[in-house]
């Protein structure tokens, strides 16, 4: 929180994201777009992650995005916001990707269920190896479920509950109406329950399941 | 499987169910603070909708469980920064302004220490004061509004710097295309000049052939010439000495006569 904090006001002193891209737009200046870089990497890192459900693609796909971004920089409007220009400069590449292997698949983990057993061996055991390990393996049903959406509803469910984007700015990243984003949005929610109700029957008592409770209870009161 | 996107249904009844739309931006905290307590007080009462949002919330539960790092830290205080900004630069104005009375104001030397010491408080407090009511009149403003005027800011800044920059490129430009032009003019000429000599040498060589195959030729003929007249002039006395020798050998040698003999036999 106070590194955060420390970071927000140590911005106040630097380029914004849009002077930035001006500056790599209009002189190529490799100063500016190592602060791009530097800001957007973590985010571009995770979205690719989670579009693809993997974590090592991700990086090499973040690279391609850096690597487009400036081989595009020329189409930069000043007018529009960076963050929606990356954003869909990212996504276009995932999109690239998945259609990729769809043609072609080379990833046979992605339609492998984890099993307990596969998991890796924990080496530093924490306070509570078993919590540990039912958190990963829920984390990797979930990965496996959203990796089952279509890349429509995908693209909407990580942007907005994982990167924290607003509707409206979603629906400026993909180019659809606000009411299509949130449409987009239920649907998602509601296959994901779906799917993870399906998943889940088996391991019960299942964490997820009393956290909405409790989100549920939180909202009615 | 019902389709949500179509889940905007009317009761037919009293109650009117809110959409699709409405609810999702309940769940993500996007609905304005009015529509809110309204949008609550129908979930208390309304199985229906509590039915509706459940599966959505257990998936909202579910879909935390994978986590891949920390969130990035600079986005978290961003709808703080414009005003944080105007804050600063209200400061800053405030310091100069300061300054600059303190400097062009009358001499503080010849005032008592005390009355001096008072009057640095009184200006610092006023200070304080007027920052405070600048950064909480900021503050209370809203976020939209100060980050719109930052905007327009910035895009006419941006504007100006565009057309500075393009103005000067096209004259740079214009500068680098007379220069280019010159340049060429030139090399062109110096190449023309280049090929003229080169030119006029070849030339010149050709002509040196030319005469010098000539004289060689004529040299040639005339050695012709020469040895045609010789051999003519030794054939001419070869033709005298055999002729000179077949009659000086008619008149020597006795006479035979032919026999009919011999000359049958020949």
């Given at each position: 929180m106070n590194s955060s904090f420390f970071a927000s006001i140590t911005s106040l002193f630097s380029m914004t994201d849009e002077q930035a891209m001006w500056r790599v737009r209009m002189h190529d200046d490799a100063h500016a777009f190592a602060q791009l870089v530097g800001r957007w990497e973590g985010p571009i890192q995770r979205l690719c992650a989670r579009m693809l459900g993997d974590e090592q693609r991700g990086e090499d796909l973040t690279q391609d995005t850096f690597a487009r971004l400036f081989a595009k920089?020329?189409?930069?409007?000043?007018?529009?916001?960076f963050s929606t220009f990356l954003w869909r400069v990212a996504l276009n590449l995932c999109y690239d990707e998945l259609r990729r292997r769809r043609r072609r698949?080379?990833?046979p983990l992605d339609d492998q269920i984890l099993e307990i057993d596969d998991l890796p061996a924990l080496t530093v055991m924490e306070s509570a190896p078993d919590a540990v390990l039912v958190q990963r393996e829920q984390g990797e049903i979930v990965r496996q479920a959203v990796s089952r959406l279509s890349e429509a509803y995908r693209s909407v469910v990580i942007l907005r509950h994982?990167?924290?984007?607003?509707f409206r700015e979603i629906a400026e990243v993909l180019g659809i109406p606000e009411g299509t984003v949130k449409s987009r949005m239920a649907e998602a929610l509601t296959q994901l329950h779906r799917i993870l109700d399906h998943a889940f029957e088996d391991d019960k008592p299942v964490l997820c399941k009393t956290q909405s409770k409790r989100t549920e209870e939180t909202l009615v009161l | 499987m019902q389709n949500p996107e179509q889940t905007d249904r009317r009761d037919p009844g009293a109650v009117n169910h809110p959409g699709t739309e409405e609810w999702i931006s309940y769940l993500y905290g996007e609905t304005p603070r009015a529509s809110k307590a309204s949008l609550t007080a129908h979930l208390k009462t309304c199985v229906t909708c509590r039915n509706t949002l459940a599966p959505w919330q257990a998936a909202q539960a579910c879909l935390a469980q994978w986590q891949l790092g920390a969130?990035?830290?600079?986005?978290?205080?961003a709808w703080a920064l414009p005003a944080l900004k105007w804050a600063l630069a209200a400061l800053v104005v405030l310091g100069l302004g300061y300054a600059i009375g303190r400097v062009s104001g009358?001499?503080?030397?010849?005032?008592?220490p005390a009355l001096r010491a008072s009057l640095v408080d009184a200006v610092k407090q006023q200070v304080r004061d007027e920052i405070r009511a600048d950064w909480q009149a900021v503050l209370a403003n809203s976020p939209d509004a100060v980050n719109t005027d930052f905007r327009r800011q910035l895009r006419s800044d941006l504007d100006q710097w565009s057309a500075r920059t393009v103005a000067a490129s096209r004259a740079e430009s214009q500068h680098l295309l007379l220069g280019f032009a010159d340049t060429y003019s030139a090399n062109r000429q110096q190449d023309h000049q280049t090929f003229l000599t080169l030119f006029d040498r070849a030339n010149q060589k050709r002509q040196a052939e030319y005469v010098s195959l000539r004289r060689a030729l004529e040299t040639v003929a005339v050695v012709a010439d020469d040895k045609f007249q010789r051999t003519d002039s030794e054939l001419g006395q070869l033709a005298s000495y055999a002729e000179a020798r077949f009659v000086s050998d008619k008149t020597s040698e006795p006479f035979e006569p032919a026999t009919q003999s011999n000359r049958k036999g020949n």
């Amino acid at each position: 929180m106070n590194s955060s904090f420390f970071a927000s006001i140590t911005s106040l002193f630097s380029m914004t994201d849009e002077q930035a891209m001006w500056r790599v737009r209009m002189h190529d200046d490799a100063h500016a777009f190592a602060q791009l870089v530097g800001r957007w990497e973590g985010p571009i890192q995770r979205l690719c992650a989670r579009m693809l459900g993997d974590e090592q693609r991700g990086e090499d796909l973040t690279q391609d995005t850096f690597a487009r971004l400036f081989a595009k920089r020329k189409e930069y409007q000043t007018t529009g916001r960076f963050s929606t220009f990356l954003w869909r400069v990212a996504l276009n590449l995932c999109y690239d990707e998945l259609r990729r292997r769809r043609r072609r698949p080379e990833s046979p983990l992605d339609d492998q269920i984890l099993e307990i057993d596969d998991l890796p061996a924990l080496t530093v055991m924490e306070s509570a190896p078993d919590a540990v390990l039912v958190q990963r393996e829920q984390g990797e049903i979930v990965r496996q479920a959203v990796s089952r959406l279509s890349e429509a509803y995908r693209s909407v469910v990580i942007l907005r509950h994982y990167e924290n984007l607003k509707f409206r700015e979603i629906a400026e990243v993909l180019g659809i109406p606000e009411g299509t984003v949130k449409s987009r949005m239920a649907e998602a929610l509601t296959q994901l329950h779906r799917i993870l109700d399906h998943a889940f029957e088996d391991d019960k008592p299942v964490l997820c399941k009393t956290q909405s409770k409790r989100t549920e209870e939180t909202l009615v009161l | 499987m019902q389709n949500p996107e179509q889940t905007d249904r009317r009761d037919p009844g009293a109650v009117n169910h809110p959409g699709t739309e409405e609810w999702i931006s309940y769940l993500y905290g996007e609905t304005p603070r009015a529509s809110k307590a309204s949008l609550t007080a129908h979930l208390k009462t309304c199985v229906t909708c509590r039915n509706t949002l459940a599966p959505w919330q257990a998936a909202q539960a579910c879909l935390a469980q994978w986590q891949l790092g920390a969130p990035c830290a600079h986005r978290r205080f961003a709808w703080a920064l414009p005003a944080l900004k105007w804050a600063l630069a209200a400061l800053v104005v405030l310091g100069l302004g300061y300054a600059i009375g303190r400097v062009s104001g009358m001499r503080t030397d010849a005032l008592e220490p005390a009355l001096r010491a008072s009057l640095v408080d009184a200006v610092k407090q006023q200070v304080r004061d007027e920052i405070r009511a600048d950064w909480q009149a900021v503050l209370a403003n809203s976020p939209d509004a100060v980050n719109t005027d930052f905007r327009r800011q910035l895009r006419s800044d941006l504007d100006q710097w565009s057309a500075r920059t393009v103005a000067a490129s096209r004259a740079e430009s214009q500068h680098l295309l007379l220069g280019f032009a010159d340049t060429y003019s030139a090399n062109r000429q110096q190449d023309h000049q280049t090929f003229l000599t080169l030119f006029d040498r070849a030339n010149q060589k050709r002509q040196a052939e030319y005469v010098s195959l000539r004289r060689a030729l004529e040299t040639v003929a005339v050695v012709a010439d020469d040895k045609f007249q010789r051999t003519d002039s030794e054939l001419g006395q070869l033709a005298s000495y055999a002729e000179a020798r077949f009659v000086s050998d008619k008149t020597s040698e006795p006479f035979e006569p032919a026999t009919q003999s011999n000359r049958k036999g020949n």
